[in-house]
């Protein structure tokens, strides 16, 4: 295969920094997860309880693992497998994305195809490039594990699950590039899938069935569905049934096997779903640079704002549900006490589900803020500063389409919430009201990463993709998790999502409120001062 190893190399060059990234990224949350369980839950009845607790509340399997016992190693699976996996899943799928339909978009993969490497040469390396990646993490993972002190043969299955479960989305990352017209779109179809995956595993969990100590679940069949189910059922360091990762074999055959199929029946640069063919006249809004950003962002946007309205209708929804549980179940209060605020089971069940909702606004801004990254790189920004538009206005038009991207979201979360509630208990209209103000507290906290977000684009834009992304990721982990990974509480509200102000029984907790306000005021301050400076960087 004649430059098969010469483009292997290319991409691990290429991808160094990334996949370090990625990779190191997920060993810290592994090793992070045995020092909270350690520093938290050192005790079998304090894991107990959680156990538990997770066993009869919805809303911690929607997020967390399968319970398999007590077991301290076990445990840490628990809590963190899902995770670590996630990570893998998300890795897997932007570099498949990257390394094919990315390269056809700028142009690299005809060059390639000029010179005498087969056509299903750059998709073979690609493939192999993933797998070791993938093989990596799953090796690093265990070593640590053992490192650590747990079981061989569980740190070895949990290593295996994770590289696995990236596998599979890389995959299907490459079955999405070849469908695809472009990466963004390839990009968007293996996060979706990524994420419904795994929230179909998170339902199959929480609608499973409890063993009678409360001390495991077995996984409804919806869970089987999703790689995530897969992985989560081996149980590593409890029955270790390294069997149930027989499913990701037939699905990476398939998925492999398809995108050679697919590449080989188009052209370079082609696609089997072509974009949409646009007006023959321009409308007005498209004379300007937010008319231009808003027409690329919107489909994406959309995407996001029913992301949010699912998860506001689950808030309230499943807010009746965990208070009749904390009426029978005191440590299901502990644990949403432990990861909001002091108020009510119900507000905080809509507290932890409008954190999710702040993160999915965080990701909507951010992805419409590196969109200007990625246009500048493609050669595209060049044309619209040449037409007048000035680095500001710019830099501001894709700033306020960000803005708009996480109102809408969190709005969307709200009417959810809505009704949700209405639909469930018309007579607790005071959760519509906590619902309104945690959207309009995880609003600022968005904004704030938003904002940060631009200032790397504008400041340092080789970097803006992968701090983009690291800032969401960090301040998720830390935020929404961080008291059950033993985090101290001011680690904890340094992350916007944890510091955002919210309803506290009958009162206004405003929090950390004062200081992102004042971290979106400054850092719009600070985005205009350093873009009348900066000039075009289109080199990738």
């Not at 967390?64 to 890795?91: K, N, Q, W």
């Not at 101290?488 to 509200?493: F, G």
Request: with cysteine.
């Amino acid at each position: 295969m004649t430059g098969f190893r010469l483009l292997l190399r290319a991409r691990w060059r290429r991808d160094a920094v990334q996949l370090t990234i990625w990779i190191a990224g997920a060993l810290l949350l592994a090793a992070s997860a045995v020092v909270g369980v350690r520093g938290t839950f050192p005790d079998e009845a304090d894991r107990a309880t959680l156990m538990a607790t997770a066993v009869a509340n919805p809303v911690v399997l929607l997020f967390r693992g399968l319970p398999s016992g007590t077991d301290e190693a076990a445990f840490t699976a628990f809590l963190i497998l899902p995770f670590v996996a996630l990570l893998a899943a998300l890795m897997s799928t932007f570099l498949a994305v990257r390394h094919t339909r990315g390269d056809e978009d700028a142009g690299r993969a005809e060059l390639i195809a000029a010179t005498p490497a087969a056509r299903t040469v750059p998709l073979s390396a690609t493939v192999v490039h993933g797998i070791l990646a993938n093989i990596v993490l799953g090796a690093l993972v265990t070593t640590t594990y053992v490192a650590i002190g747990f079981a061989a043969s569980g740190s070895i299955l949990m290593g295996a699950a994770s590289a696995l479960t990236g596998i599979a989305f890389l995959g299907v990352g490459l079955v999405a590039a070849q469908l695809a017209a472009s990466a963004r779109t390839a990009n968007a179809i293996g996060v979706w899938a990524v994420l419904l995956s795994y929230l179909a595993c998170g339902l199959g969990n929480a609608l499973g069935t409890p063993s009678g100590d409360l001390q495991r679940m077995t996984s409804a069949p919806l869970a089987w569905v999703s790689p995530f189910g897969w992985a989560e059922n081996t149980r590593p360091y409890d029955s270790d049934a390294a069997g149930r990762l027989i499913p990701f074999a037939g699905l990476i055959v398939v998925a492999l096997a398809l995108a050679f199929v697919l590449s080989g029946a188009r052209d370079v640069g082609g696609a089997l779903l072509p974009a949409r063919r646009g007006r023959a006249v321009a409308s007005v809004a498209l004379s300007g640079p937010i008319g231009m950003v808003w027409r690329e962002a919107r489909s994406s946007l959309l995407g996001w704002a029913v992301g949010g309205a699912i998860v506001g209708v689950l808030s309230t929804r499943l807010a009746s549900a965990i208070s009749q549980i904390g009426d029978t179940i005191p440590s299901v209060q502990a644990l949403l006490q432990s990861l909001a605020s002091q108020g009510s089971l119900a507000q905080g069940a809509i507290e932890v589900f409008f954190t999710l909702a702040g993160v999915l606004a965080a990701c909507a801004g951010i992805q419409t803020v590196l969109r200007a990254r990625q246009d500048e790189a493609a050669g595209l920004a060049e044309p619209v500063r040449a037409a007048g538009v000035g680095p500001v206005r710019w830099a501001g038009a894709y700033l306020s389409v960000a803005i708009l991207a996480v109102v809408s979201c969190l709005a969307a979360a709200t009417a959810g919430a809505a009704v949700g509630q209405l639909t469930t208990d018309a007579s607790q209209t005071h959760l519509i009201r906590d619902a309104a103000v945690a959207a309009a507290g995880q609003a600022i906290a968005a904004l704030t990463l938003v904002i940060v977000a631009t200032l790397v684009v504008v400041i340092a834009p080789r970097l803006s993709l992968p701090v983009g992304w690291a800032l969401v990721g960090i301040a998720t982990v830390v935020g929404l998790f961080g008291p059950l990974l033993g985090l101290s509480d001011a680690a904890v509200h340094a992350s916007p999502f944890a510091a955002a102000p919210r309803i506290d029984g009958d009162s206004l907790d405003l929090r950390g409120g004062t200081w992102l306000a004042v971290a979106v005021v400054t850092g719009v301050a600070l985005l205009a001062a350093a873009a009348r400076r900066r000039e075009l960087a289109p080199e990738r």
